[in-house]
């Protein structure tokens, strides 16, 4: 099911503005719809249908019993006020709440959306069905969120690249980071990883770049990006080229941004030996291809990001079991999920003998299809 609607809401000044909004449902075989929604100027139809298929094979790899959805609206939500925002996000839900459900849809936050965005889905969606928690996840902890959610994809990278650093005989201590997005992902991303002695070298954001090869100081330069709406200006290191930031010297390079960023024109130039795709899809398959002609080992978006709807899913259970769990069982609970997923990834690279891009996608494909043959929905 694929909705576009349009949004129209009365700015602060009197004038009235129109965006259009979509809600795209990929598939339900393992359960209802989960997905984020994006607040972004470049949301269209067939990037956010794209993201939704990602969520169901990112779902099956974790193994947690959800299907695929995404949905987003086209606006640049550093241009809109926060009343703003709120009437956009009222009139989205007032148009879409058909369309969500405990059962069958489950929105999350995605780029530029977060806990309040879902507080206002949440409130809204209630109008029409009834106080209704758990048909959003990423949701302020005083709505009945999950302690532990907005670090959860952040912390599933960590979880991830540990996974990952042990196969190849190392640890995160000691390997050298640059960061791409210092949103929700790449800020949480960035201070687990500085935490466990990962030497994080660069980090850029949609406000600049910033590089320290001494490493940079995170909870610094988190402190400069809250007060100054970016890493821009920060003290702590020398300012570099935004664009550079992908090709930089370090062991392990984490795109946590926008999709598309490693392609053709700059695969080659690449210097990390390990990809952890926080970003959904970063990679093109052109480089994808280059990479692993030049030995670079990619762990994909679909396992490296799943910590994300992991707690959202531990949210769900939480809400529908009237229960809250403490911080320290959710993340440990992650950890055991991130953990069996990259052995399962690992298990069907062996048996196919493939790259871990094709073992996470075949490990979800025949999860996917196994719950579509049992529900007889095959053709
Ligand atoms: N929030 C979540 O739980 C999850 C997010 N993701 C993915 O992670 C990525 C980041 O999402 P969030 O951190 O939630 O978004 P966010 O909106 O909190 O942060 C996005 C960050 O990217 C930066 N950015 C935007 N355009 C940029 C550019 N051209 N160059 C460099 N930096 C740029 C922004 O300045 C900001 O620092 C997206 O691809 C999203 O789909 C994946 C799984 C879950
Ligand atoms: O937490 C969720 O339900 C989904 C997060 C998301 O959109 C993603 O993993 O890309």
Redesign the pocket.
């Given at each position: 099911m694929k909705m576009q609607v349009e949004c129209t809401i009365p700015k602060d000044d009197g004038s009235l503005a129109t965006f259009v909004g979509f809600r795209i449902q990929h598939d339900n075989a393992r359960g209802p719809m989960k997905g984020?929604i994006?607040y972004h100027p470049e949301v269209e139809p067939d990037e956010v249908n794209a993201?939704a298929q990602l969520m169901t094979w990112k779902t099956a790899v974790a193994n947690i019993p959800y299907g695929g959805a995404k949905g987003g609206i086209g606006c640049d939500p550093s241009e809109l006020s926060v009343s703003e925002l709120e009437r956009l996000t009222r009139v989205f839900t007032q148009k879409i709440h058909d369309l969500i459900g405990v059962q069958t849809d489950v929105p999350?936050?995605?780029?530029?959306t977060?806990p309040q965005t879902m507080a206002w889905i949440l409130d809204e969606y209630s109008k029409f069905h009834g106080h209704s928690p758990a048909v959003v996840t990423?949701k302020p902890i005083d709505l009945g969120g999950s302690l532990g959610r907005d670090a959860?994809?952040g912390r599933g990278v960590l979880f991830a690249t540990e996974a990952l650093l042990k196969e190849h005989g190392k640890s995160v201590s000691g390997q050298r980071f640059v960061i791409?997005?210092?949103?929700?992902?790449?800020s949480w991303a960035a201070q687990l990883i500085s935490e466990k002695g990962g030497i994080v070298v660069a980090v850029?954001?949609?406000?600049g770049a910033i590089k320290n090869n001494n490493g940079l100081d995170i909870p610094s330069l988190l402190k400069h990006s809250r007060e100054n709406r970016?890493v821009k200006g920060f003290h702590g290191g020398d300012a570099i080229d935004?664009m550079s930031i992908l090709v930089e010297d370090c062991d392990v390079l984490v795109p946590?941004?926008?999709?598309g960023v490693i392609n053709r024109e700059n695969a080659n130039d690449i210097k990390a030996k390990f990809i952890v795709e926080?970003?959904?899809h970063p990679t093109d398959p052109e480089a994808d291809e280059i990479l692993k002609k030049r030995g670079v080992v990619i762990l994909p978006d679909i396992f490296a990001?799943s910590g994300?709807?992991t707690v959202s899913y531990f949210e769900w259970v939480q809400n529908i079991q009237g229960f809250m769990w403490d911080e320290e069982k959710v993340n440990n609970e992650l950890r055991t999920y991130m953990t069996k997923g990259f052995k399962d990834v690992k298990d069907m690279c062996k048996t196919h003998n493939c790259d871990l891009r094709m073992g996470a996608f075949t490990l979800a494909v025949n999860r996917v299809a196994r719950a579509t043959v049992l529900r007889g929905w095959e053709a």
């Open positions: 984020g994006r993201l999350a936050p995605d780029m530029g977060g990423g959860a994809t791409q997005g210092f949103g929700n992902v790449g850029s954001d949609i406000t970016g935004p946590a941004a926008l999709g926080a970003a959904n990001n994300g709807v």
